[in-house]
T-cell receptor, first 114, second 108 residues
Framework: SAVISQKPSRDICQRGTSLTIQCQVD?????MFWYRQQPGQSLTLIAT?????????ESGFVIDKFPISRPNLTFSTLTVSNMSPEDSSIYLC???????????FGQGTRLTVV | AQRVTQPEKLLSVFKGAPVELKCNYS??????LFWYVQYSRQRLQLLLR??SRESIKGFTADLNKGETSFHLKKPFAQEEDSAMYYC??????????FGAGTRLFVKA
């Protein structure tokens, strides 16, 4: 199993600013992912964080808006850039050790943009 | 296209009644299906996966490839089962796609 820690757990930000969310896993994992969960909605995959290379983004998400880093097998960051109120959401970090195994989740970062 | 559909946003049952949370999927490959649960103030966690064919907390789910369904069932609901349930599809081995979720409310 893996324990995932995210920080900050919540933040209130001014529009036009950027926020970086950190995700730390307590063991080496193969894959890390970032999801967004808007109020009353399901989880939407933003991107797969690739170790040592550029993240793989899903349709509708771009690197300029959501730059992602993954410098090693246990750590990743997601930046929400040039924020607007529409970016208000819960952002979740997830990790998997092997294909088709259980995915583990962080507790989420609740972001409010005012 | 890969898709997971959970038709019910909210399901309310009485304690002791049977529960069935519906899930249908669309995927051209060989699917790996999961049910995740999120209890109040807790993080999302795995409930069960089809490949294990096990019962967790009294819940079972059978993959029906003909109907492309993976419904979650429990014969007798308990109040502590109240939570948000997500059906999920793993594609290509690693990426996970989630359904919209069903909120189960078990009344005393």
């Amino acid at each position: 199993s893996a324990v995932i820690s995210q920080k900050p757990s919540r933040d209130i930000c001014q529009r036009g600013t950027s926020l970086t969310i950190q995700c730390q896993v307590d063991s080496q994992v193969t894959m890390m992912f970032w999801y967004r969960q808007q109020p009353g909605q399901s989880l939407t995959l933003i991107a797969t964080a690739n170790q040592g290379s550029e993240a793989t983004y899903e349709s509708g998400f771009v690197i300029d808006k959501f730059p992602i880093s993954r410098p090693n097998l246990t750590f990743s960051t997601l930046t929400v850039s040039n924020m607007s109120p529409e970016d208000s959401s819960i952002y979740l970090c997830s990790a998997r050790g092997e294909a088709n195994t259980e995915a583990f989740f962080g507790q989420g970062t609740r972001l409010t943009v005012v | 296209a890969q898709r997971v559909t959970q038709p019910e946003k909210l399901l309310s049952v009485f304690k002791g009644a049977p529960v069935e949370l519906k899930c249908n999927y669309s995927y051209s490959g060989s699917p790996e299906l999961f049910w995740y649960v999120q209890y109040s103030r807790q993080r999302l966690q795995l409930l069960l996966r089809h490949i294990s064919r096990e019962s967790i907390k009294g819940f079972t789910a059978d993959l029906n490839k003909g109907e492309t369904s993976f419904h979650l069932k429990k014969p007798f609901a308990q109040e502590e089962d109240s939570a948000m349930y997500y059906c999920a599809l793993s594609t290509g081995g690693f990426k996970t796609i989630f359904g919209a979720g069903t909120r189960l409310f078990v009344k005393a």
